[in-house]
């Protein structure tokens, strides 16, 4: 049943865009959960492809300090592949034609992952049992254990914050693509900012949390800024965040433990950031395209 269900989203995805000739749900050890193929598409070769190049792309990623893993990207000259991580366990990958715009695609696999994480039994980590928890911080692949972690550890971070707060700021404000957004309003966004990150060590990630996410994206739009603010802003927390932690956490297994806790959690908040901008810009454009006709 669950990988009919599965089987369903996969398929769905495939028919939202043209351009996507394959999809498949692989273990990390390459076994096809589930998939949704075009013809002539090896489903083996593909659960194969993906347990080869996943422990390689971890193992740079956490080289090259860019935290834990979560998307790679492939390029060739007949198209991509996109392998998304899902969970702990399981791996989202797709393959598309050279005619595909990378942005939605993104976007739209994003979803994806996210739906496929609020199926039964696809994350071990999942605790759909845990009725405190809003089902969109479940679905994730954020979960109780996570909470309590983050919420364990805040009294050990939530000194460094302001700090924090200011390097962001000192550096986000030398990219001339935002700084024409900053002007005039760093020291309230500043308070904002900061309200933001204790946030993060609170423990309530129910849905006020995810409404304050959701604001984030509306405020934005109705501020004209672009996306590439809040994409800079969780690239510049990921860098950061796990020296951090390491560095004021007092053993080396909680200090982990927060880090990936830590980033799962900032990914739900990009992805509601973004899905929210995304909704309110796409309504806008409707609007004006009504009002032209």
């Known amino acids: 049943m669950r990988e009919t269900r599965i089987n369903g989203v996969l398929s769905s995805l495939n028919r939202s865009s043209p351009e996507i000739d394959a999809s498949a749900l692989v273990s990390k050890d390459g076994r096809i959960l589930a998939s949704a193929l075009s013809p002539g598409v090896d489903a083996q070769r593909i659960g194969i492809a993906v347990a080869s190049?996943?422990?390689?792309?971890?193992?740079?990623?956490?080289?090259?300090?860019?935290?834990?893993?979560?998307?790679?990207?492939?390029?060739?000259?007949?198209?991509?592949?996109?392998?998304?991580?899902?969970?702990?366990?399981?791996?989202?990958?797709?393959?598309?034609?050279?005619?595909?715009?990378?942005?939605?695609?993104?976007?739209?696999?994003?979803?994806?992952?996210?739906?496929?994480?609020?199926?039964?039994?696809?994350?071990?980590?999942?605790?759909?049992?845990?009725?405190?928890?809003?089902?969109?911080?479940?679905?994730?692949?954020?979960?109780?254990?996570?909470?309590?972690?983050?919420?364990?550890?805040?009294?050990?971070?939530?000194?460094?914050?302001?700090?924090?707060?200011?390097?962001?700021?000192?550096?986000?404000?030398?990219?001339?693509?935002?700084?024409?957004?900053?002007?005039?309003?760093?020291?309230?966004?500043?308070?904002?900012?900061?309200?933001?990150?204790?946030?993060?060590?609170?423990?309530?990630?129910g849905g006020e949390f995810i409404r304050r996410q959701e604001e984030i994206g509306k405020a934005h739009v109705r501020a004209q800024i672009p996306p590439i603010f809040i994409a800079a802003s969780m690239a510049f927390l990921r860098q950061v965040f796990p020296s951090l932690l390491t560095a004021n956490i007092p053993t080396p297994e909680d200090a982990a433990a927060a880090t990936a806790s830590l980033l799962r959690l900032l990914s739900l908040c990009q992805n509601l950031i973004d899905h929210k901008y995304s909704q309110i810009l796409l309504r806008l454009e409707q609007r004006q395209k009504q009002g032209a006709n």
Not at 128 to 137: E, H, I, R, V
Not at 169 to 176: A, D, G, H, L, W
């Open 53 to 205: 190049i996943l422990p390689i792309a971890e193992r740079l990623a956490l080289d090259l300090n860019r935290g834990g893993m979560e998307r790679i990207v492939i390029s060739g000259e007949q198209g991509h592949v996109l392998i998304i991580r899902v969970s702990s366990e399981a791996i989202l990958c797709v393959i598309a034609s050279k005619a595909t715009m990378l942005g939605l695609l993104f976007v739209d696999t994003g979803r994806v992952a996210t739906t496929l994480l609020s199926m039964e039994n696809v994350s071990a980590e999942d605790d759909a049992d845990d009725a405190n928890m809003d089902p969109l911080c479940q679905t994730s692949g954020f979960n109780r254990a996570d909470r309590a972690i983050l919420r364990k550890v805040q009294g050990h971070i939530s000194p460094f914050l302001p700090e924090l707060t200011d390097r962001f700021y000192s550096v986000i404000v030398q990219e001339p693509q935002i700084a024409p957004y900053l002007e005039g309003r760093i020291d309230q966004l500043k308070i904002t900012h900061l309200s933001w990150l204790k946030g993060l060590f609170v423990g309530d990630y």
